[in-house]
């Protein structure tokens, strides 16, 4: 159950992150269309758009990098951990809560940035800077409930199939081999 949910929410978090480098080509591509049309000349804030596109794009991508468990991999501990037969997890586990503090002070550090930042953005003055640095507690919480579905997979996979989330999103089907 957990290993089906870890698939599926990595495949809604890629296609958000595919819409969102998408929809900042086509907004950088009509730019420079219109750049061309002498009455037109262009969005004043292509770039920023664009910036920020990019930045959630990363960020709700590496939301899905954390619910399959492939950001942070240490090779030689697993190797060394694979002939016990809870190493794997025990490895897992150690990154996993590792983890969940780093993205627990991204989101407590990111709302605080994101409450005192009042100053306007240059070409968008709709906006402020604190709006625009909401994303850092959102990714964050997002990343936190991604890492206890990773820790609930790892948990509740039988001995032996742990490893097969890892080269489940690398399967012609994108289910569990």
Same mark, same amino acid.
């Given at each position: 159950m957990w290993q089906k949910l870890q698939v599926k929410v990595d495949k809604v978090l890629t296609a958000i992150s595919v819409v969102l480098v998408a929809l900042m080509f086509v907004v950088i591509i009509a730019n #420079?269309?219109?750049r061309l049309i002498p009455a037109v000349g262009g969005f004043k804030w292509y770039m920023e758009f664009s910036q920020y596109a990019n #930045?959630? *794009?990363m960020l709700i991508g590496s939301a899905g990098i954390a619910v399959m468990g492939t950001n942070l991999r240490v090779e030689v501990i697993d190797s060394v951990l694979k002939n016990w037969k @809870? /190493? @794997?997890? #025990?490895t897992r586990?150690?990154?996993d809560i590792a983890e969940?503090?780093?993205y627990s002070f991204l989101t407590y550090s990111g709302y605080l940035l994101s409450t005192k930042a009042k100053q306007k953005v240059s070409t968008m003055? %709709?906006?402020?800077?604190g709006q625009v640095y909401r994303i850092f507690p959102v990714v964050g919480v997002l990343c936190i409930i991604c890492i206890l579905i990773h820790i609930m997979a790892t948990l509740t996979a039988k001995p032996g199939e742990e490893k097969v989330q890892l080269? *489940? %999103?690398q399967t012609d089907e /994108? /289910?569990?081999k």
């Open positions: #420079v269309i219109l #930045v959630w *794009a @809870y /190493g @794997y997890r #025990v586990l150690i990154i969940l503090i780093f003055p %709709s906006f402020t800077m080269d *489940a %999103s /994108g /289910g569990i």
